[in-house]
T-cell receptor
Framework: GAGVSQTPSNKVTEKGKYVELRCDPI?????LYWYRQSLGQGPEFLIY????????DSGLPNDRFFAVRPEGSVSTLKIQRTERGDSAVYLC???????????????FGPGTRLTVL | AQSVSQHNHHVILSEAASLELGCNYS??????LFWYVQYPGQHLQLLLK??????LVKGIKGFEAEFIKSKFSFNLRKPSVQWSDTAEYFC???????????FGKGTMLLVSP
């Protein structure tokens, strides 16, 4: 079956521009996660959706970052006024239920490599 | 907040050698523990996970990990590595009752044929 997909696979933008990154989770997965992976680091949590609502956005670094999931499926991560330090691979993951058990396996997409010049 | 420490950033082994990758976490409560692997050009994928019960967990491709609560450790092992095990390995933790993962920095394993 289809896994988690992310588009675009690569995005090059200029400092100060606005970007949108898209994630299509596995069908039927209610939980969706965004992580960011900088060079030489492990993935770092950004935001977690359960259905349409953001259950935990404590990982968003500042108010330039925002994410939505209006219909409980596709999610878009939006970054305003991009900075060079935003350059990283943005990973999306989905899991069956999320919830509070923390036991569901998270399935990761291929990531979007964002480069801010 | 919890954190994860992976002691080795790069490991080089010959085929058939035994593997042990260290992982320590800091969190005072009950945790769920994971090892993920990223093969060259592929997505992160789950190797194994521990929630409760037998502290020795077996995963895919002959990998296993042992949870030692007193040492806050969850080391990954494989008795005999293959060239195809060349990949980056990430340890991750989440407090029980939560689902967002905290990852270590990863260990790059290179297995020479």
């Amino acid at each position: 079956g289809a896994g988690v997909s992310q588009t675009p696979s690569n995005k090059v933008t200029e400092k100060g521009k606005y970007v949108e990154l898209r994630c299509d989770p596995i069908s039927g997965h209610t939980a969706l996660y965004w992580y960011r992976q900088s060079l030489g680091q492990g993935p770092e949590f950004l935001i977690y959706f359960q259905g349409t609502g953001a259950a935990d956005d404590s990982g968003l670094p500042n108010d330039r970052f925002f994410a939505v999931r209006p219909e409980g499926s596709v999610s878009t991560l939006k970054i305003q006024r991009t900075e060079r330090g935003d350059s990283a691979v943005y990973l999306c993951a989905s899991s069956l239920g999320g919830g509070t058990a923390g036991t569901d396996t998270q399935y990761f997409g291929p990531g979007t490599r964002l480069t801010v010049l | 907040a919890q954190s994860v420490s992976q002691h080795n950033h790069h490991v080089i082994l010959s085929e058939a050698a035994s593997l042990e990758l260290g992982c320590n976490y800091s969190y005072g409560g009950t945790v769920n523990l994971f090892w993920y692997v990223q093969y060259p050009g592929q997505h992160l994928q789950l190797l194994l996970k521990y929630f409760s019960g037998d502290p020795l967990v077996k995963g895919i491709k002959g990998f296993e990990a042992e949870f030692i609560k007193s040492k806050f450790s969850f080391n990954l092992r494989k008795p005999s590595v293959q060239w195809s095990d060349t990949a980056e390995y990430f340890c991750a933790v989440t407090p029980s009752g939560y689902s967002t993962l905290t990852f270590g920095k990863g260990t790059m394993l290179l297995v020479s044929p």
